[in-house]
């Protein structure tokens, strides 16, 4: 049990584009979700803390209108990167907090992101 | 906010040894929860071992513990009869309404 998914697993996209990415955990709910960004050979980076039918809280230096949360449901946040840049490729992790579990944390496989 | 500090950026060990790797955390707050986290080359990030604050005991899994050590804000895991296996990056973590990640250790178990 508790497995996060994300979609989609790679994406190439072109500068200027926007791409989303989907967070759904597929046996539990979640209050809770976070976005994380992992550059190469480093640590992650929390993004944003998404909770379910209220705005992101963004990390301080994080463009919230850059990259758009919606956590419109129990199961399900995006991360939108609007209008990409090459600077934006990364890969993206996010992790959900199941109902009832404060600390538990539960990730998805990431997604990796390629801006040309 | 919750920092974590990992000063040991890569690490080897033979194949079967013990290994300690080293984290050392600050916060303000009373109530957290402290984690190592494995993450190998397909990168999906894996829960090593866990451990609540208010707890004196320090946690084991399998062959993995912790000293953990609240008062110097220390946490080091220490893994025996390494494996091949575990070679990846380790990242110690706290969590205090969101989750704080160290730099990470990358290690290298050697046959």
């Known amino acids: 049990g508790a497995v996060v998914s994300q979609h989609p697993s790679w994406v190439i996209c072109k500068s200027g584009t926007s791409v989303k990415i989907e967070c759904r955990s597929l046996d539990f709910q979640a209050t809770t979700m976070f976005w994380y960004r992992q550059f190469p050979k480093q640590s992650l980076m929390l993004m944003a803390t998404?909770?379910?039918?209220?705005?992101?809280?963004?990390e301080q230096g994080v463009e919230k209108d850059k990259f758009l949360i919606n956590h419109a449901s129990l199961t399900l946040s995006t991360l939108t990167v609007t209008s990409a840049h090459p600077e934006d490729s990364s890969f993206y992790i996010c992790?959900?907090?199941?109902?009832?579990?404060?600390?538990?944390?539960?990730f998805g496989p990431g997604t990796r992101l390629t801006v040309t | 906010a919750q920092t974590v500090t990992q000063s040991q950026p890569e690490m080897s060990v033979q194949e079967a040894e013990t290994v300690t790797l080293s984290c050392t955390y600050d916060t303000s707050e009373n109530n957290y929860y402290l984690f190592w986290y494995k993450q190998p080359p397909s990168r999906q990030m894996i829960l090593v071992i866990r451990q609540e604050a208010y707890k004196q005991q320090n946690a084991t899994e399998n062959r993995f513990s912790v000293n953990f050590q609240k008062a110097a804000k220390s946490f080091s895991l220490k893994i025996s009869d390494s494996q091949l296996g575990d070679t990846a990056m380790y990242f110690c973590a706290v969590f205090n309404n969101d989750m704080r990640f160290g730099a990470g250790t990358r290690l290298t178990v050697k046959p």
């Open positions: 992790s959900a907090n199941p109902l009832g579990g404060y600390y538990e944390q539960y």
């Open positions: 998404s909770n379910e039918g209220s705005k992101a809280t963004y």
